[in-house]
């Protein structure tokens, strides 16, 4: 089933609250996503998108997506879209680095392979394990007060895990996470995703300060060592999100104990497939996960439901919806958030309809 075009497609994803703030003062208010067709000289035709969450996050930009893919694309025509083994090696091949880059053009992959087999995506990742998938909420960047104060709100929508945006003044996010935990009950749990953003000296006060309280710390610095240095001063559970992106990156910090919970991004890694080579990894050494991207809109959510779902129960630590936070809907079929929870689609492929009005003209097309 030969590649014979590749096309990319442009869309504004504004935000039901406004914007979404995070460590050092980033923030974005209008989310940028690619929507990656591929069609194939069957006539089945597979959908993908990468979204990064702004310029400034990961080594990623939303025109880079659109640019790398004028680059690649030729280099794909005529290769079979269902051998997504051997496309992910003539992508390598052809253009070094760039994981996010690939990752809509591999996550289109999977859903041709699906349509063409009549398996949702989820079946052919290993198979659907348990009834649905546990999300989270991601609480943006505030005041203390505005912080804590949505919790109610997001657990009345069925959220029972928070991921507090922290990594700004230190003694602010020390006031943050007591706030926001006052407001758990038992069951909830709370994640202090810092995102790069503080130094050791900071991490190292915070850790210390907030000992007795239940939560999670994520990525607390930039570099991997100096989070494991915070990691082996602290008894918190630990996550690492930024710095895991490579299987080598996973393989030395599974070496060196420098994590309890690795956050897989589709994107990040370079699409479903080299997620998935990372997602079974940790569940043969044990370390949980969260699942989802770095942001995206229905088919990237559809994508996080088909490769959470299709891991192990005791393996997941949570997963995200992010098509809930958005204002514009670039697809039908897409998975619904149902208190807190949601599934994978039961259709083949991806399960999704993009909604073509939506996408518009296409800005990129190689064929
Ligand atoms: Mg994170």
């Not at 993908?48 to 004028?70: I, M, S």
């Not at 895991?244 to 897989?264: G, H, T, Y």
């Not at 809109?297 to 299709?310: E, N, R, Y």
Request: net charge negative; proline share 4%.
């Amino acid at each position: 089933m030969g590649i014979k075009a590749i096309r990319a497609y442009q869309v504004d994803l504004p935000l039901f609250e406004g914007s979404y703030n995070w460590s050092g003062g980033k923030s974005v208010s209008v989310f940028d996503s690619t929507v990656i067709e591929v069609e194939t000289t069957e006539g089945i035709t597979g959908w993908g998108e990468v979204c990064p969450l702004g310029p400034f996050y990961l080594p990623a930009f939303a025109a880079g997506v659109r640019a790398g893919l004028k680059e690649l694309g030729p280099h794909l025509i005529g290769y079979d879209a269902c051998e997504i083994g051997v496309l992910n090696q003539r992508m390598d091949a052809a253009l070094q680095g760039h994981p996010y880059v690939k990752s809509g053009i591999d996550m289109a992959c999977w859903d041709i392979l699906g349509k063409a087999a009549g398996l949702p995506v989820c079946t052919l990742l290993g198979g659907r394990s348990g009834e649905d998938i546990t999300l989270y909420r991601a609480i943006s960047q505030e005041s203390p007060e505005e912080m804590a104060g949505k919790v109610a709100k997001y657990r009345a929508e069925g959220y029972r895990r928070f991921q507090l945006k922290v990594g700004g003044d230190p003694d602010i996010d020390i006031q943050r996470i007591h706030a926001v935990a006052a407001k758990l009950e038992p069951g909830d749990r709370l994640v202090a995703d810092a995102n790069t953003g503080w130094s050791l000296h900071e991490a190292m006060r915070v850790v210390l300060a907030v000992r007795d309280v239940d939560v999670y710390i994520e990525q607390p610095c930039r570099t991997y060592e100096e989070c494991l240095s915070v990691r082996r001063h602290t008894n918190h559970p630990f996550v690492l999100d930024e710095n895991i992106d490579s299987l080598e990156m996973l393989m030395r910090a599974q070496r060196e104990l420098a994590m309890d919970v690795v956050n897989i991004k589709i994107s990040k890694l370079g699409g479903i497939t080299k997620a998935r080579q990372v997602r079974d990894l940790c569940v043969s050494l044990g370390i949980a996960m969260t699942i989802e991207d770095s942001w995206g809109g229905d088919i990237v959510t559809a994508a996080v439901a088909h490769l959470a779902h299709s891991t192990p129960e005791a393996s997941r630590f949570t997963s995200t919806d992010f098509n809930s936070y958005v204002t514009v809907s670039i697809a039908e079929g897409a998975p619904q958030r149902v208190n807190g929870k949601m599934s994978a689609s039961l259709t083949p492929g991806l399960g999704i309809t993009p909604r073509l009005d939506v996408l518009g003209d296409c800005v990129v097309e190689v064929s």
